[in-house]
């Protein structure tokens, strides 16, 4: 960038150079606010029952809350809380099971509705505005204190591999998708049986892959729509099977060997997979583990393995 300093008439201007200095932009969050207080999580220890939303400002037009209502909870000053508290409203589903995990009594699930933030105390209640919400929030529901929650930074990363080699550490499943889903995608939650005891940590960067013989979304039919026997497309002598890579072929230099087929082609091979994924962990309980998905190569689906990078 250059600037021209004021000159008098007929005096020459010479530029003057100047230093343009462009600041480094911060990395953006993986996670937004609504994930990080509203993704739920899998836990094994028992959850408090003490704290709870008891009452609403509107309660008597209204039976449930969201973003911006305000509510009561039975913590007051008396049980330490204070103004500018955030809260989690958590409610338990309960126990967890799943036929992908090796784990057994992985706990119960977790669903987070959204948090509180504390705006007026009182001995024995505090007023609490929704600040955010996922759910329509209930009386009753759990108030659980939390610590504020950080997302990992989106640091720079290498291109996606879809071919990488496996990093040797921890494997697990994905067990389950918030809301149920079998179709994940990025920037959806989803949880894992890696946890702390798998020495997990947040900010852990996780592949998701499945092996290639494994996983198909899809059942394909035993015969195709259309074959060429039943048109009459085919040699008369070698009529070929119901598929094209599975057709008679011999093996052997004077094509006299057995008959070949895709089971016998992969026979002997070492172990293939395809990475399908790329996951962050937000949470990390005492089995499991919470995640994003942060890069895919094709929808993730529950039973998915992964794999600690």
Partial sequence: MLSVPFMA?????????TLVVERAKPAMSIAGWNNLYCAGFIQKGAISTANRIIGGQDEADQYNYSQNDFVYINRGNSKGASVGDIFAV????????????????????????????VGDVKPDVAVARVRTS??????????????????????????????????GKATGRVLMARDNQEMITRDQIAYVDLGADDNVSVGDRLTVFRPLEKGNLFNMPDREGVTSRDYGFHSQVYNGGRFSNQSSRKGGEKADGKEQTTARAKKGRPFLRKVVGEAVVLNVKERTATVVITRTAQEIHTGDWVEIR
């Fill in 134 to 167: 996922c759910d329509s929030f209930l009386l009753g529901d759990l108030v659980q204190m939390v610590p504020a929650r950080t997302s990992p930074r989106a640091e720079p990363q290498p291109a996606f591999d879809r071919f990488g080699d496996a990093s």
């Fill in 90 to 117: 958590v409610r338990p589903r309960g126990e967890f099971n799943s036929k992908w995990s090796r784990k057994n009594d992985l706990g119960f699930y977790v669903q987070e509705v959204g948090a509180l933030e």
């Fill in 9 to 17: 008439a007929g005096q020459r201007a010479e530029p003057t150079p």
